[in-house]
């Protein structure tokens, strides 16, 4: 049931772009995307809805998915301060709305 | 504004002890969630809150975990008799609507529980 996202680890140098894929077996409302820096909270960078509307960052993008229940985040022109470990999270059609369940986690290392 | 505030940020048991968690959510916010994240894994579901009511606590692990939010805004996360596979960090996070398809969480830092 639990998201499963891909790469599980990307090692980048600053300026280099990256893409982190989120699919899931369930069909799907919306998929959140999460950025969480060791020892830190997780912070909420983009939600996108079934039909297209997106909510969140202005300097990251993504895309959804919704037939192949699968979501893609885009980090263009890393920076340093994208490092850290990237988690979507899914609502699922046929479960509760207000459950999240996360993915599996991208670990996102940017070096100089 | 104030974010989301949990206490205390380190707690160590000795197995068998009883342990409460507190979680402070942002003023306002109606729903209120439990997560337990497990060292390089996802944060894990425990439960759910809707202002006071707890209307999904399917993930709780055992009896031994117990939730509370009496007034509806801070909430108590207690674990009985704790056991070495308790250890864990224990996320707190709440959300401004009572639906999570179009609304953000927000998280507090977590309680790093270690049990020994």
């Known amino acids: 049931q639990q998201p499963v996202q891909s790469p599980q680890a990307v090692i980048l140098r600053e300026g280099e772009d990256a893409v982190i894929n989120c699919s899931s077996s369930?069909?799907?409302?919306?998929v959140h995307w999460y950025r969480q820096k060791h020892g830190e909270a997780p912070v909420f960078l983009m939600i996108?809805?079934?039909?297209?509307e997106q909510k969140g960052h202005d300097k990251i993008s993504a895309s959804f998915n919704e037939k192949k229940q699968q979501s893609s985040l885009y980090l263009t022109a890393s920076q340093l301060s994208y490092s850290g470990t990237y988690f979507c999270g899914t609502v699922a059609y046929g479960g509760a709305t207000n459950k999240l369940i996360f993915g599996t986690g991208t670990l996102l290392a940017v070096q100089p | 504004g104030a974010g989301v505030s949990q206490s205390p940020r380190y707690k160590v048991a000795k197995r068998g002890q009883d342990v409460a968690l507190r979680c402070d959510p942002i003023s306002g916010h109606v729903s209120l969630f439990w997560y337990q994240q497990a060292l390089g894994q996802g944060p894990e579901f425990l439960t759910y809150f809707q202002n006071e009511a707890q209307l999904d606590k399917s993930g709780l692990p055992s009896d031994r975990f117990f939730a509370e939010r009496p007034e509806g805004s801070v909430s108590t996360l207690k674990i009985q008799r704790t056991q070495q596979e308790d250890s864990a960090v224990y996320l707190c996070?709440?959300?401004?609507?009572?639906?999570?398809?179009?609304?953000?969480?927000?998280f507090g830092n977590g309680t790093r529980l270690t049990v020994t």
């Open positions: 996108l809805l079934k039909g297209g």
């Open positions: 996070a709440s959300s401004s609507l009572r639906d999570l398809y179009n609304s953000p969480l927000h």
């Open positions: 369930k069909a799907l409302y919306s």
